[in-house]
């Protein structure tokens, strides 16, 4: 008899480095240029899925360079966040727009299904899903917030700045930062005995 899946419900886990440095791996031994590229930037961008397929290709070129940093409006909030584009993914996005095809100010990941159109938020949690399994993590406790999570969660553990992983978010309220990366107690008052005053 066959058993459903098991679904696991809440916040998905955020990546550590050794799982970016794996998956990294993989998908370049694979030579999987679009994955690679689209992961590298959705650490770097820290976005929601939505707003990581609907890139385009002018939101990281600029004058035939690639942009150090990128100004994206939120879907959800229609804000403006601000994010970095790292050497790593400079190098990721420029092997995949030497064979990506479409127009030079189109998507950044254009469909391959539907002509005119991105990658969809699904084919994006389904590749989350598919990179994961690829170094043997659980795919059920991971999803396409575990990017959006990553860099602000090492982050948070290396600094203790919630006001930073805030504006990288791009959140209005504090309290959605701290119930986003799970600030317990518990991590309040380790930053606190860390302190020597």
């Known amino acids: ?21 794996a998956i ?11 994955d690679l590229a689209l992961f590298d930037i959705a ?5 929601r899925g939505c707003d990581v397929v609907s890139l385009r290709v002018p939101d990281v070129v600029a004058a035939g360079a690639f942009r150090r940093r990128a100004i994206v409006i939120q879907q959800k909030t229609g804000r403006p966040v601000q994010f970095e584009i790292t050497e790593q993914a400079r ?23 539907t002509c005119g159109a991105h990658i969809s ?3 994006y949690f389904r590749l989350v899903k598919r990179w994961t399994a690829l170094i043997g993590l659980e795919p059920a406790e991971y999803g396409t917030h575990s990017l959006r999570r990553t ?17 990288l978010l791009g959140h209005t309220k504090l309290e959605s930062t701290v ?16 302190l020597e005053i």
């Open 1 to 21: 008899m066959n058993r459903p899946a098991q679904v696991i419900v809440g916040a998905k886990l955020p990546l550590r480095p050794m799982h970016v440095w």
């Open 43 to 47: 650490l770097d961008s820290k976005l």
């Open 91 to 113: 190098r990721s996005l420029a092997d995949w727009l030497k064979v990506r095809n479409g127009e030079q100010d189109g998507w950044l990941f254009p469909s391959r299904m």
């Open 151 to 167: 860099k602000v969660s090492m982050l948070y553990r290396k600094t203790g700045n919630l006001r930073a992983c805030q504006l």
């Open 121 to 123: 938020t699904r084919q």
């Open 179 to 194: 119930r986003y990366l799970g600030v317990e107690l518990d991590d309040a008052l380790a930053l606190s005995e860390a």
């Open 24 to 34: 990294r791996v993989r998908l370049q031994i694979e030579r999987r240029l679009r």
